[in-house]
């Protein structure tokens, strides 16, 4: 089972979750980076070759690439080059990018949930519309004067034309 497929079973609000996890695991893998390149800059400022090839065998897999890619820069002699290897294309920890993707399924769900919960109004709205025709309905009959009652069956049948042009107008839940 992959990775897409455990996505699709989890429910929709850990998607958030996911995402925090996954950012967790790569500020962490940053952070170890951030220190093991500190570490090589010191040993390469103060001319340390056997510290620095030391530090520079310990890189990480997904750190090592965007180093190579800024060095070839030549850092010191190019202005433009970038001003570490962190920022560089390159360099993406591991857990960012799935933690950039449950970020957008969370936000994906999130909209869908509020369209459905703007849905579920509008239907309360359709019941309670419902309801005042039948309690129009029902209370017509009570009224002394004919006038009155058709008054009130009226008012009933309005509300039903309202509430059934409504339930048209709505997007269909099946």
Known sequence: MGRRDVDRLLPRSTQRIEAARDAATADAARAVDLQIFS????????????????TRQRFTDHFAPAFE???????LQNPDAARSPFALDAYVPPGEVEAAQADAR??????????????????TLVTVLFALVLFF????????????????????????VVGVGFLLAFPKIV
């Open 106 to 123: 969370a936000d994906a769900y999130f909209a869908q949930a509020l369209e459905n919960n703007q849905r579920g109004d509008n239907y």
């Open 137 to 160: 309905g029902a209370f017509a009959g009570r009224f002394r004067t004919e006038r009155a009652s058709w008054a009130m069956v009226g008012a009933a049948c309005v509300l039903l």
């Open 69 to 75: 890619e800024w060095v070839a820069e030549r850092p």
């Open 39 to 54: 570490l090589w800059l010191e040993a390469y400022a103060t001319d340390d070759a056997e510290l620095e090839e030391f």
